[in-house]
């Protein structure tokens, strides 16, 4: 195909990535996909699928083995609030994840690499921004003076700025979102790792009609949600926008509380439910993605409602309940 491209995905064994690597190959593009481990729900398209540690720098020189038109970077050590915001795995995300970006920048350097997109996170606001949970700012400029909630966050804010640095001193043609909570299908939905959508959605489906799920907290904690083929319709546009570089947010602007996302669920399911509020690690009060960089310079901003979005999580995950397949 004439417009084809040549891409490589890092993380694509991962949510965000294996969905991203079916896009690419939609599109008509040679993908070559590289992560610790394939996807765990379904198989890849990918041209190539290497298993390999992105924190070995030898893994790199091996991936790296030809020019490619976009490398595309959302390998990390992450996960939900289960595994960000309980302190037991601080080391361990800033760590694997800052040696995971040195590594690709380092070599990029050499190799023929031509756009390199990086996913940073939400997660990099100051907490002091979203203490109100009615009104989170969360605009692009307001994310200094720096205050991360969690060290994930930090992470992120550095290598963000590193990829800057690279890009100023070595030429290196970057482009970096901040994603919103990204869900829907194929996520992780149980575990420690999954995010709130899946989360609620796996508790509303074990649980029977008229029964309780607990939920962290009082509930009144926000968020915005976007679904996984809204977000991978921003990450396009940011790589193919011509000069934009970013930090910009990709994310939903329609904030619910979390109390209102498990109605939301239960509408779905079809179910009466009862919440219990129990002690467990929240982060921020209120987080909402802010779209008029977004729009101003992508002409792009969610265009769905969450509904849309948790009917299809919702079905799946409850397939995933009653036959799981990973774990």
């Not at 203490?131 to 966050?153: I, K, M, Q, R, V």
């Not at 575990?191 to 709130?196: D, M, P, Y």
């Amino acid at each position: 195909m004439p417009n084809s491209k040549v891409a490589l995905v890092c993380g694509a064994g991962g949510f965000i990535g294996s969905h991203l690597v079916r896009r690419l190959k939609s599109e008509g593009h040679w993908v070559r996909g590289v992560d610790l481990k394939y996807p765990d729900f379904s198989g890849t398209p990918a041209d190539d699928f290497v298993i390999g540690d992105l924190r070995e720098p030898t893994v790199w020189e091996r991936i790296l083995d030809r020019p490619f038109d976009e490398v595309y970077q959302l390998a990390a050590d992450m996960g939900g609030a289960g595994y960000i915001f309980t302190g037991d795995n601080d080391a361990h995300i800033m760590h694997n994840s800052a040696l995971i970006n040195l590594n690709l920048l380092t070599l990029a350097r050499e190799r023929r690499v031509g756009r390199i997109f990086y996913s940073s996170s939400a997660c990099i606001y100051p907490k002091h921004n979203q203490e109100d949970p009615e009104s989170p700012n969360c605009a692009e400029h307001t994310a200094y003076p720096a205050n991360p909630d969690s060290e994930y966050g930090w992470e992120k804010l550095f290598s963000e700025r590193m990829y800057l640095a690279f890009n100023r001193n070595h030429g290196l043609d970057v482009k970096i979102a901040r994603f919103h909570n990204i869900f829907g299908p194929e996520g992780p939905w149980t575990g420690g790792r999954e995010k709130a959508p899946a989360a609620v959605c796996r508790k509303v489906a074990e649980v029977k009609n008229g029964g309780t799920v607990e939920i962290w907290g009082d509930g009144a904690q926000t968020r915005s949600f976007l679904y996984i083929d809204e977000c991978l319709e921003g990450v396009s546009r940011l790589m193919n926008h011509p000069n934009f570089r970013g930090p910009v947010n990709i994310g939903s602007e329609e904030m619910v509380s979390i109390n209102q996302l498990v109605a939301l669920v239960a509408d779905i399911a079809g179910k009466r439910v009862h919440i219990k509020h129990v002690e467990g690690p929240l982060g921020v009060r209120g987080r909402n993605s802010d779209n008029e960089l977004s729009k101003r310079h992508l002409n792009w901003a969610a265009s769905k409602p969450l509904r849309y979005g948790m009917e299809r999580t919702y079905r799946w995950v409850k397939e995933q309940v009653k036959n799981p397949r990973a774990k």
